[in-house]
């Protein structure tokens, strides 16, 4: 098959599955990064050493594991986690050792009297200066996306006959909040200086999506990643929930629904709690994608005649397990989570330790179903 023709039957495949419809199969998506380098032999500081390089050891691992309806995301940028963190980044072969795998770096870099000033100038123009100033100053300037030459990974992709899912990242103030204060620090807030968290939170969150949309549609891609990871319903109590998650999440979630784009919930950690709350959203229109905490057959239950479920073959089971456990877990979830509403996916990232074969057993699950 030529591969525009793949690149259509896997982009249908994948729409059909977003909209609650049959399909031919059960789609599979791969989601990976540091496991590229790992399973082709390629040093992590070298993989790290430019988006190119990023991207041509993501196809090349893309051809060892042998097929895949879509990668989630294209390409690699380690200090681009710093967009979405609002934390600094530990790289191999400048902060780690060459092979290490970068690390997020939880430290207290924004004050309680920068509050004032995000009031004063504005969100966009603080965190520009933030970054620069608390964030990138120590950081590797070759390895900075702004001063990498951009990829067209996308293009890269195409060649394979594979779509990029996913080409923008949004996250919640919540998230950004808790990367650059700490956790510790960050959660005190919450409850010594509610209102002024929530009236930062509120500046905040109108420049929050639209980067992150117009990214996604200018690469072509169908779907924009809305994360959460620390603003997961299990850390906090409903009430505080309701009032520092919710509101921003809800929002950002509708902005990249209206702009035409499927909203991928990547949600780290456990949300079994307020799953209820997501039939607020437009069905058809979303993708909750499940990491192995939240049970995702009581997701199915709930969510399942709303919305497609990703998602979550665990992390330790690719790493540690068998490719007949890995096998019988797929096949599991197929049974229970399809045949319509459902994409077969690793629980976030493939770790960078996860076994080839395993990985292979993922994928080979819904080639033989």
């Known amino acids: 098959m030529k591969k525009n023709a793949l690149i259509k039957e896997r982009r249908d495949r994948i729409a059909r599955a977003v909209a609650l419809e049959k399909t031919d199969r059960i789609p599979v998506v791969l989601e990976y990064s540091a496991f590229a380098a790992r399973v082709t032999h390629t040093q992590m500081a070298d993989f790290i050493s430019s988006p190119l390089k990023a991207t041509e050891t993501m196809i090349e691992a893309y051809r060892q594991i042998g097929g895949g309806d879509a990668i989630n995301y294209g390409t690699s940028s380690p200090y681009g986690l710093s967009y979405s963190y609002g934390a600094k980044v530990q790289v191999p072969g400048v902060d780690l050792p060459p092979d290490d795998i970068w690390q997020v770096v939880e430290r207290e870099l924004m004050q309680i009297d920068d509050f004032d000033e995000i009031m004063e100038i504005g969100w966009p123009d603080f965190f520009q200066k933030f970054l620069l100033e608390r964030v990138y100053d120590d950081a590797a300037p070759s390895l900075l996306p702004a001063n990498q030459e951009p990829v067209d990974s996308v293009g890269l992709w195409a060649k394979e006959g594979v779509p990029v899912l996913t080409g923008g990242t949004i996250t919640t103030p919540?998230?950004?909040?808790?990367?650059?204060?700490?956790?510790?620090?960050?959660?005190?807030?919450?409850?010594?200086?509610?209102?002024?968290?929530?009236?930062?939170?509120?500046?905040?969150?109108?420049?929050?999506?639209?980067?992150?949309?117009?990214?996604?549609?200018?690469?072509?891609?169908?779907?924009?990643?809305?994360?959460?990871?620390?603003?997961?319903?299990?850390?906090?109590?409903?009430?505080?929930?309701?009032?520092?998650?919710?509101?921003?999440?809800?929002?950002?979630?509708?902005?990249?629904?209206?702009?035409?784009?499927?909203?991928?919930?990547?949600?780290?950690?456990?949300?079994?709690?307020?799953?209820?709350?997501?039939?607020?959203?437009?069905?058809?229109?979303?993708?909750?994608?499940?990491?192995g905490d939240t049970d995702i057959f009581r997701a199915k239950e709930i969510l399942g005649d709303h919305f497609c479920i990703m998602g979550d073959v665990p992390p330790a089971m690719l790493a540690f397990d068998t490719p007949d456990d890995v096998f019988n877990y797929c096949r599991k979830l197929i049974r229970n989570l399809g045949p319509e509403g459902f994409i077969l996916q690793s629980g976030c990232d493939i770790p960078a330790n996860a076994k080839l074969e395993n990985v292979q057993a993922m994928v080979s699950a819904v080639l033989e179903n």
């Open 174 to 291: 919540f998230e950004l909040l808790c990367g650059s204060r700490s956790l510790e620090k960050f959660f005190l807030d919450l409850t010594s200086i509610p209102d002024k968290i929530e009236a930062v939170m509120n500046q905040m969150v109108p420049h929050l999506a639209q980067g992150g949309c117009k990214r996604a549609q200018k690469m072509g891609c169908a779907a924009a990643w809305v994360g959460g990871w620390t603003a997961a319903p299990f850390m906090l109590s409903p009430q505080m929930w309701s009032r520092f998650v919710w509101p921003y999440f809800r929002q950002l979630v509708y902005e990249v629904i209206d702009t035409g784009l499927i909203a991928l919930l990547h949600l780290d950690a456990n949300w079994d709690r307020e799953l209820e709350r997501f039939k607020e959203f437009p069905q058809g229109k979303v993708i909750v994608a499940l990491d």
